[in-house]
């Protein structure tokens, strides 16, 4: 299972024959099988195998939760060991759980090192999301949360109040209140979607104006929270003097800073948090997709020693003991460490970058790129219009799983194309994932052309 192998139209009728009967057995919220209509059986390391035999790349990797890829062999050795030893072990204190936590801490900058405690939530980001919003407002006693545009924390009821997605949260009624939505700073200066960019508006103005003015609207402001690259939100990238600004602003008023580095996190950027190529040190953040290396569920928060400490009990959750996923954690960090996978990273980012750039130059379905590490997103456009096309987008999505890869769809109505390889993908299958883009805009190219 080293290259692409697609024998048969997608999906083969074993799939079909999946596909039909998840239909009837599983929640209608079902959403990957809907645009990826593919039922797994097998992967190892970039690839994955389907029932019917087809091999894919998947540049969706578990949706950023395979840093390593599928089955990573000596994390699945460490994880069969564990095995027979213990498998939960609740908030006990035990040598998988030790070695994890050593291993974690490694990773942060010296200088700040030492100055978090880290805090294991249930099994999921969402949750570890809550967690931050329950610290943050014990720890200032205030109860209003400022969030941006774009964001996505997650689904759960705190956590979906904070995420800008505005479809997700029709007809939910209850709604955690207090959270205000501003303007997400970033980098990006395309006018093909409907979202601010930095050549617009000064997003950092609008919060200090907020913050500043007394008639406002806001209350008493326990936290900020955002993700420094909104990878749900169309891969939009931080512009780093505006989160300098918002930092800042975090200070002079007594706000708590989260960062949510769930999807960022773990090497995904190219430093081990994103929040490290931005010199600032959130009072709390949190991550949970990368933690295992493996895919194994396991959500952190890290927060400032010196916030007030909460009573025991007050945030649990049983499977937050999950030993398989602490030393499978443990054993990718020193992966990680020891095939420089960080450095692989930066450089396959920079392959991505410019092989997308001469594609873009050859394809005019190809709008804005955007890629910070291995966070990767090219706005998909309508050649006539110029404008961000969900219909272009998805049939692009579709002919790509047809040609044996698979990536995934993001942003504003669907009209970004998004990768996330694995961490330690090869330069090999970059190009060999990246050949059957280019075919693929080829193919809607002529397509478009014989339209109109």
Known sequence: MNTINVRMEIPGPRSLQALQKQLRQESTAVSYPKRLPISLEAGKGCYVQDVDGNVFIDFLSGAGSLPLGHSHPELVGEVIEQADKLCIGLDFPTPAKESFIDAHLSMLPEEIRNAYLIHFCGPTGADAVEAAIKLAKVATGADEIISFRGGYHGCTNGALSLTGNRAMKKNVLGKMPGVHFFPFGSTSTSAASAVLNSNQIDAALLLESALEDANSGLGNVAAIVLELVQGEGG????????????????????????????????????????????????????????????????????????????????????????????????????????????????????????????????????????????????????????????????????????????????????????????????????????????RVLFEQTNAIEEIH
């Open 235 to 438: 891969v939009y990238i931080a512009d780093k003097g505006f989160i300098e600004r918002v930092y800042q602003l975090a200070r002079k008023f007594g706000i708590l800073l989260i960062v949510d580095e769930i999807q960022t996190g773990c090497g995904r950027t190219g430093t081990w948090y994103a929040f490290e190529q931005y010199g600032i040190e959130p009072d709390i953040f949190v991550t949970s997709k990368g933690t295992s290396g493996i895919g194994l569920p396991c959500a952190l928060m890290f927060y400032k020693k010196s916030l007030a400490p909460w009573p025991a009990g007050s945030h649990i959750g049983t499977f937050r003991g999950n030993q398989f996923a602490f030393i499978a954690g443990s054993k990718a960090i020193d992966v990680i460490n020891r095939d420089a996978i960080l450095h692989n990273v930066c450089e396959r980012s920079e392959q991505i970058r410019v092989r997308l750039a001469e594609l873009q130059h050859d394809f005019a379905l190809l709008g804005e790129i955007r890629c910070l590490g291995l966070m990767i997103g090219v706005e998909i456009l309508n050649p006539v219009t110029g404008k961000a096309c969900d219909v272009t987008a998805s049939k692009i999505q579709k002919r790509a799983l047809r040609r044996g890869l698979i990536a995934e769809l993001g942003g504003r109505d669907d009209t970004v194309l998004r990768m996330l390889p694995p961490l330690n993908v090869s330069p090999q299958c970059v190009n060999e994932a990246l050949n059957v883009l280019e």
